[in-house]
Nanobody, 123 residues
Framework: VQLQASGGGLVQAGASLGLSCAAS????????MAWFRQGPGKERDFVSG????????YYADSVKGRFTISRDNAKNTVYLQMNSLKPEDTAVYYC?????????????????WGQGTLVTVSS
């Protein structure tokens, strides 16, 4: 599967931004999907994930209550709505797909990655 992330940009602190990740192929519904991010000089960290059942979602503590993940299986797309953005949210955001049965927040478990989209939050 190929993943194409989009929606990044430069915003001020407190603003909102939405990311999208479109997947190719007919098996999107069989993937657990997640967003990771990598800030300058930092490791790639889990942000949010969503299971095959869109009602099952996961969030890092740092974004809980501010970010919302969703997926549209008919459109082969996963979304990340980011509200109340902070300068520390500045990073390249990557979407990823995992074919495992159980959900994982570990980047090493993900089989497919998008190219990343840069989100910059100014103070």
């Amino acid at each position: 599967v190929q993943l194409q992330a989009s929606g990044g940009g430069l915003v001020q602190a407190g603003a909102s931004l939405g990311l999208s990740c479109a997947a190719s192929g007919r098996t999107f519904i069989s993937y657990n999907m997640a967003w990771f991010r990598q800030g300058p000089g930092k490791e790639r960290d889990f942000v949010s994930g969503i299971g095959r059942n869109p009602a099952i979602t996961y969030y890092a503590d740092s974004v809980k209550g501010r970010f919302t993940i969703s997926r549209d299986n008919a459109k082969n797309t996963v979304y990340l709505q980011m509200n109340s953005l902070k300068p520390e949210d500045t990073a390249v955001y990557y979407c990823a797909a995992d074919t495992s049965f159980s959900f994982s927040a570990n980047s090493y478990d993900y089989d497919y990655w998008g190219q990343g989209t840069l989100v910059t939050v100014s103070s």
